[in-house]
């Protein structure tokens, strides 16, 4: 049996892609290995979201390079930079076999059959495929779970119609497509089957699920029937989503939290900066009011929910006047998490050809700043919680020691605690004893 192994890189909807790809190889009689030396295949699912995505993709690339010197080896690129870069990625690398777009990862399997089979029309060039395909969204459906898997993405759409200037998402992986309503409830049903009790819906712009393509219900957008349906689905207990945008998250999917039982009182809403004017420069078309007005509405029906967020700093023009109003936005929301990244210029961007570029140094104190402001906020959150009983669907066992386990309270925090494998995949009471900046420790109410 051929070994493949796969290092993924990026996003949910990568690690999503992967598990795909590896339901897909097994059925195909490949099997999936852990260990790099075993491999007959090598598949990278990278990212170019930062170019330090990109360089560790090629790092990692030039060392395989080496080892497919000594051994028969097969090499293979997918996922964003091997649509962003097509051949050119070849040519920088000669040893790369194939090169797959975001459209055609179902075709791997395929590729790898040929090759082994050696039909392939070209079996000693580089096999790159890289154009449109017509449904891509509703053909890598394909489930590989854990054993004990509690925990399932699932992702309901593709690509993303927005512009944000910085932004290479929408060259990547192309304009919206949705996946039919009854292809994602049926997917979760197999997860229900499989033991999974929490799903987390994935979309670029998830809340714009269906948009202009499926109608609207008694008011209600397609995204918020998805959400509908599946609370009426038995076996799954928890919903979460990411990540919606501000624009579009209206009444209807406000109105859904504390209306939902299932549905999680966390939201990871993008923000990227507190500044209008910086904002408006990243054609991000929504202010830090109406932000602010959706945190509010939310927080009327849901007192206690948790927000996190993603932030750039350093955008082009982003003066020290519009980086304060983001920590003083940070200190008024509050957030309990945020992934706060430097700007990174990419080609095809426009952002990337805008004067006032900001210099590393600047972008690395900025950020600096954020993390430190975030961190009081995330402790004093956690901080607020010990003494209380928090109640965590357990996951696994935690790296941290022989007896430790560890699942999320509905708010997404990680809770650690001394448990044993059956309380996996049951929601359990943690009397929570104690609190850092990312987790809670806790044990087991008696
Ligand atoms: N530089 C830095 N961060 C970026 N993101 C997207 N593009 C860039 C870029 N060029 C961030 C945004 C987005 C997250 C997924 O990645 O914050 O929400
Ligand atoms: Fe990129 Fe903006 Fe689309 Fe998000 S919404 S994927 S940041 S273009």
Redesign the pocket.
């Known amino acids: 049996m051929k070994q493949v192994f796969i290092k993924t890189y990026g ?1 949910q909807m990568n690690e999503r892609d992967t598990e795909a790809i590896r339901g897909l190889l097994k059925s195909h009689g490949y099997g999936i290995t852990d260990e790099v030396h075993n491999a007959d295949v090598i598949l990278l699912n990278t990212c170019s ?2 170019e330090q995505a990109e360089m560790k993709a090629i790092g990692k690339l030039t060392s395989l390079f080496q080892q497919k010197k000594r051994r028969d080896l097969l090499l293979g690129v997918f996922g964003c930079m091997a649509q962003h870069h097509g051949i050119e990625l070849q040519k920088r690398i000669p040893a790369i076999d194939f090169i797959i777009g975001t459209e055609k990862l179902h075709h791997i399997a395929d590729y790898l059959d040929r090759h082994f089979a050696n039909t392939a029309v070209n079996p000693k060039g580089t096999i790159v495929d890289v154009t449109a395909e017509q449904d891509s969204q509703n053909k890598i459906s394909t489930r590989d779970l854990k054993p004990g898997q509690v925990s399932a993405f699932v992702s309901i759409m593709q690509g993303c119609n927005m512009h ?1 200037s ?4 929408p060259t990547t992986r192309g304009q919206e497509r949705y996946r039919p309503m009854k292809d994602i409830l049926d997917e979760i049903q197999y997860l229900i089957i499989h033991g999974v009790k929490e799903v987390t819906l994935l979309g670029q712009i998830v809340n714009h699920y269906g948009q202009g393509t499926f109608p609207m219900v008694d008011g209600k957008s397609p995204f918020v029937q998805l959400l509908e349906a599946i609370q009426g689905l038995d076996g799954i207990e928890r919903i979460r989503f990411m ?1 919606p945008h501000p624009v579009g998250f209206r009444h209807d999917l406000i109105g859904c939290f504390g209306r939902l039982s299932k549905l999680c009182p966390h939201i990871h809403l ?1 923000l ?1 900066s507190a500044s209008d004017h910086i904002l408006k420069a990243m054609k991000r078309p929504y202010s830090c009011d109406i932000f602010r007005q959706i945190v509010q509405r939310l927080r009327e029906r849901v007192p206690d929910m948790a927000f996190s967020t ?3 700093v350093g955008f082009p023009g982003e003066t020290e006047e519009d980086f304060d109003k983001t920590v003083a936005f940070f200190d008024e929301i509050a957030f309990d998490m945020a ?1 706060i ?6 080609s095809h ?1 426009l ?1 990337a050809f805008m004067e006032e570029q900001i210099a590393e140094s600047k972008k690395e104190e900025r950020q600096q700043v954020l993390l430190k402001t975030l961190e009081r906020h995330s402790y004093e959150h956690n901080r607020k919680l010990i003494g209380t009983t928090q109640q965590v669907l357990v996951e696994g066992k935690a790296h941290r020691g022989e007896s430790k386990f560890f699942g999320r309270n509905a708010h997404f925090r990680k809770v650690i605690f001394d448990g044993h494998p059956e309380l996996i995949g049951q929601t359990v009471g943690i009397i929570i004893e104690r609190a850092s900046t990312t987790a809670l420790l806790g044990k087991v109410l008696p």
């Open positions: 996003c979201i930062r944000c910085y932004c290479i998402v990540s993008p990227q993603d932030i750039i992934f990244f430097k700007y990174s210029p990419r961007t952002a």
